[in-house]
């Protein structure tokens, strides 16, 4: 599996947008980008996942760079229950099961 | 209740003793997943089943046993607790659309 570069920690303003960026500089053609959070003492919960196109539902959006080495995961109105650690993980698609999760990013929303 | 559940949620044993961690989904899902969690480890695959009767290894399975006589259930056994044994256990089960894993609440598992 790719590895991924996240920062361990960032703040965001309740309301305004959270920009979370990854680098998975080693990543395949067949590697999908997931996007996993983790609210304190809470099961990881899954976000957003794509291949190269940019992706959107309800929780986030996400952008992959043409050269897919690197991703952000856009919040688009942080608020408060938004505070969790941000994974994001490569994986190669449907063959693949496992997960490897690595420290996240701590992002914390403040009032 | 739809959805993926642990019992119990907090769990105290003392080294020696056998403990099971029950997981349950409703989804039918064929694939589950055992994790432990543990400060400055992040979370770690203990086993995982592919489908009943089908069970693997994962990256830390020393210590645990499996098994899978149903597809909605996957306990996970502690034969004899150890201290290291402390932590969080999360179960997962996989779905297909989108093709991810969901988790579980997670059960806290102290052993003194």
């Known amino acids: 599996d790719a590895k991924t570069t996240q920062p361990p920690s960032m703040d965001c303003a309740e309301g305004r947008a959270a920009n979370l960026p990854c680098n998975h500089s080693?990543?395949?053609?067949?590697?999908?980008v997931y996007w996993y959070r983790q609210i304190h003492s809470q099961g990881p919960q899954y976000i957003i996942h794509g291949l190269k196109n940019n992706e959107t539902n309800e929780m986030a959006s996400l952008i992959i760079t043409e050269d897919r080495k690197s991703s952000t995961l856009i919040l688009p109105h942080a608020t408060l229950r938004d505070t969790a650690v941000y994974y994001c993980i490569v994986r190669a698609g449907s063959n693949d099961y496992k997960l490897s999760f690595g420290a996240g990013t701590t992002v914390t929303v403040r009032a | 209740d739809a959805g993926i559940t642990q019992s119990p949620r907090y769990k105290i044993t003392e080294t020696g003793r056998q403990v099971t961690l029950m997981c349950h989904q409703t989804w039918s899902h064929s694939y589950m997943f055992w994790y432990r969690q543990d400060l400055g480890h992040g979370l770690r695959l203990i086993y995982y089943s592919a489908a009943a009767d089908i069970t693997d290894k994962g990256e830390v399975p020393d210590g645990y046993v499996v098994s899978r006589s149903k597809t909605e259930n996957f306990p996970l056994t502690l034969e004899s607790a150890t201290r290291s044994q402390t932590s969080v256990y999360f179960c997962a089960s996989r779905g297909a659309a989108p093709d991810t894993q969901y988790f579980g609440p997670g059960t806290r598992l102290t052993v003194l």
């Open positions: 080693t990543i395949s053609g067949n590697e999908y």
